[in-house]
């Protein structure tokens, strides 16, 4: 008899953990995350550098917009110095976007231009790329009962139905579950997808019922992470299987940098340390198969997606509507301060696979 992580999929299992996206910037960092997208030479640069020295003045949407408008210059320090600047200044009249551009929900035109970045059906970076490596150790098959939980638009859930697998899917947002569910209908996936948005904290299963949990990034803003797991595990049939990506405190909440992307977070964290999560998994009979930091995987879809996209904008140059720019800048800016917060090591992105045995 196997050990209770072996797999089928056993021989891939080293492969997947070498795995990485591809990246066409190797080292970068998140101070270089927009100097390493790509030159822009749209319009005339905002800031000179002679005027470099009134850059500590500047917001976070100053730097971001002088960027797009080719002054790579300010953008040096755009990371290193954000966290003196609390919140961000209203761009002048003459400059205002036709509709306002903002995180705190997935309106339409956010979903629209967060597919340019992250690709059609996504509105995270690293698409199936990220997925993959989250479905491929489990052995899934089409007797299996499987769930995810916080599916966002619904990505990982497709891929597993076009393999003619059978998904639970809750989506705590209700504009993501039900965008989710139009475009299953129109991959031809609906009858194999059951998606309800539902809290996750409120969230109920039949006990000794699942085969499999997934959560993709799903799992940040639950307040109580071990009711959560509790939950699961005794949904959890024997030999069952949990696999999921969140992000951990690997820092002080005291430091300035968790202050300000804990702030700027529209749905608010609540995070376990790796040490605490292994813990509560230990404490409720989980055996770890492995918990890996993958944070550089994340990060360099996020590098990818918007070089691709700057690039994009670098060949159709003013043919771009100027409102996508102001919403691709904004989508720019929350992701540079989550890797801000990763590369000082105050939040880091981890891979988790466990299973039950009773």
Not at 215 to 243: C, E, N, T, Y
Request: aromatic content about 8%.
């Amino acid at each position: 008899m196997g050990t209770p992580c072996a797999s089928v999929f056993d021989t891939d299992i080293v492969a997947l953990r070498a795995w990485q996206p591809k990246i066409n910037h190797p080292g970068a960092t998140a101070d270089s995350l927009i100097l390493n997208l790509a030159d822009s030479d749209l319009d005339t640069a905002l800031v000179a550098k002679e005027n470099s020295e009134q850059s500590d003045d500047m917001t976070w949407r100053d730097k971001l917009r002088a960027w797009w408008h080719g002054d790579d210059y300010v953008m040096q320090h755009m990371v290193k110095d954000y966290s003196t600047q609390p919140s961000t200044t209203d761009l002048p009249a003459e400059d205002a976007p036709r509709e306002v551009p903002s995180i705190d929900s997935w309106s339409p035109r956010r979903l629209q231009v967060a597919q340019k970045l992250f690709g059609e059906g996504f509105n995270t970076p690293g698409g199936e790329e990220l997925m993959k490596p989250l479905t491929a150790p489990l052995g899934l098959n089409p007797n299996m009962s499987i769930t995810e939980l916080g599916s966002g638009m619904g990505g990982m859930s497709r891929m597993m139905a076009r393999e003619n697998l059978w998904i639970d899917a809750y989506e705590p947002d209700p504009d993501l579950a039900a965008v989710s569910i139009e475009l299953a209908k129109g991959q031809g996936v609906k009858q194999r997808t059951n998606i309800k948005s539902t809290a996750l904290d409120d969230i109920s299963f039949k006990r000794k019922s699942v085969d499999v949990f997934l959560s993709k990034d799903g799992l940040m803003s639950v307040q109580d992470k071990r009711l959560l797991l509790a939950k699961l595990r005794a949904a959890m049939k024997p030999g069952g299987q949990l696999m999921f990506t969140d992000f951990l405190l690997t820092g002080s909440t005291e430091s300035r940098v968790y202050e300000v992307w804990w702030d700027r977070e529209p749905v608010k964290p609540h995070l376990l340390t790796p040490e605490g999560l292994q813990a509560e998994l230990e404490s409720l009979n989980f055996i770890i198969c492995y918990m890996e930091d993958v944070t550089h995987e994340l990060k360099a879809a996020v590098i990818e997606s918007f070089g691709r996209y700057a690039e994009e904008v670098k060949l159709l140059g003013k043919a771009v509507d100027e409102n996508e720019r102001e919403w691709a800048i904004t989508e720019g800016e929350h992701w540079a301060i989550r890797l801000s917060a990763m590369d000082a090591n105050v939040i880091r992105l981890y891979r988790v696979f466990c299973r039950t045995v009773d």
